[in-house]
Every structure is written in C-alpha cells, then in structure tokens.
C-alpha cells in the first residue's frame, strides 16, 4: 500500500463494554492498512467505556442510548472516508482484514463492498457451563454482518443507513435492502474477524426481540410478491 491509499473510516459502536473494548480498539489499530480513521460512537455506556476509548488515538463521540443502529449511523455521520468498515465492540478483527478486502477493490474496480469469513470462539472467561448452552461452531463461517464488510462509502449511501427501530438485526436488514439494491458484492474466502460469544451477547440478552429476523424475512418475500404480481399481472 501506498501513501495514497484511500481513507477507511472504521466505526465501532459501544455500550458498556469495557471488557472487551480496548481488544477491539487495538485490532483496529494493528491494521496492515495504512490509511485508518477510527471513531468510536459510545451509546450512553455507564462503565469505563468511554474512558478506555479515549486512551487512544481516535475520533471519540458521546450519545445517549439509541441502539446499535443509531450509533453506527452517527458514525457514518462523522466519518470523512471514501470507504466505510464497522466493528462490533466485542469482536476482533485479523490484522490484514482491511488489506486483504482493499486488494479485492483494486482488482475488480466495479466490485461495491468486500465481505469475508468469520470464526467465533468462546471468550476466555466463560465457564464450563454456558460452553455447553452455547453452541460455538468450529468452522469458519461466510459472514455477510457488518463487521466482515468494506464498502465504498457511495455504496452504502446508495441502499441507506441502518434501521433504528431494530433491536437485534440491523444487519439483516440492511443487507437485505441491499440485496434489493443489487450491491454488486464477493465474499473472500479468508478469516478476516473473531466474533466473541459470551454473556452478554446481543443475541442472547435480547432474545425477545428474536422475532425480528422473521418479520424482516417475511417482508422481503411479500415484497418480492408484489413486484413479480406488477411484472407478470396474467401469471
């Protein structure tokens, strides 16, 4: 990579999660990538939080709690990128992911985001106990998330910011927007981050909200419905 790489602007959300947030930080900081703008939006956290994001050289932004897809949307806000990359607080990312999907770029100019593969492991502090109620699957696994993405910053303008009204999948839902948009996408084959399970989970503290995905998923089918009505009125 050159001087003149073009800028990434990384976004990490964060509520409350000083454990595990400094890891995260650093394994956007290690990049390979040479041209990084890291902005941390932290979403109304009452733990150490904020003070450990402020420990590092980045664009620190304060908020009250909105959930993750208004933090990540205040981000986009914030960012002077051409291209746009997101982080989840908890997870890691490997230090050449952001090279390895800028290379993707370089090659296929017409290509609008990058996704890859993630690997989940049990963070270190879990016992023995919620191993076994968690099931953590060994093998690498195609993440079409938020966190596996980079994307030309005109791209995601073009299908438009996260839902806010989401507690659990703003990643469904605006990847199937997406897909609706045609992003014209690859997914490479590499392990590019390490999705942490743990206690406090999105998926698992908010799991009454499980029935969004469904509702989201429905959507799309009813929406597909009624286009294939409108082109093919007689079928």
Not at 59 to 66: E, P
Not at 151 to 157: C, H, Q, T, Y
Not at 174 to 183: C, D, K
Request: with cysteine; aromatic share 10%.
């Amino acid at each position: 990579m050159t001087q003149n790489s073009p800028l990434i602007s990384v976004i990490i959300p964060c509520y409350n999660r000083d454990r595990y947030l400094a890891e995260a930080i650093e394994s956007v900081l290690n990049q390979t990538y040479p041209s990084i703008e890291l902005i941390v939006i932290d979403d109304g956290s009452s733990d150490r939080s904020g003070e450990i994001a402020q420990s590092y050289p980045l664009k620190y932004h304060y908020q009250t709690n909105g959930g993750i897809g208004a933090a990540r949307n205040a981000g986009i806000a914030l960012a002077n990128g051409k291209f746009l990359a997101f982080l989840d607080s908890d997870d890691i990312w490997v230090k050449d992911k952001l090279a390895k999907q800028m290379a993707v770029f370089i090659a296929n100019p017409d290509i609008e985001a990058v996704f890859g593969h993630a690997q989940n492991f049990y963070s270190p502090e879990l016992d023995e106990n919620f191993r076994s109620r968690i099931r953590c699957p060994e093998k690498p696994i195609a993440a079409h998330l938020s966190t596996a993405m980079l994307i030309k910053r005109s791209a995601f303008l073009r299908v438009g910011n996260f839902n806010t009204n989401l507690k659990t999948s703003p990643d469904i839902s605006w990847y199937i927007w997406a897909m609706e948009h045609q992003l014209q996408q690859i997914t490479i084959p590499d392990v590019i981050y390490y999705r942490r399970l743990h206690e406090s989970n999105n998926g698992i503290t908010e799991r009454q909200y499980a029935n969004e995905r469904l509702h989201l998923i429905k959507a799309k089918l009813d929406r597909q419905r009624t286009k294939q009505r409108l082109l093919n009125p007689e079928s």
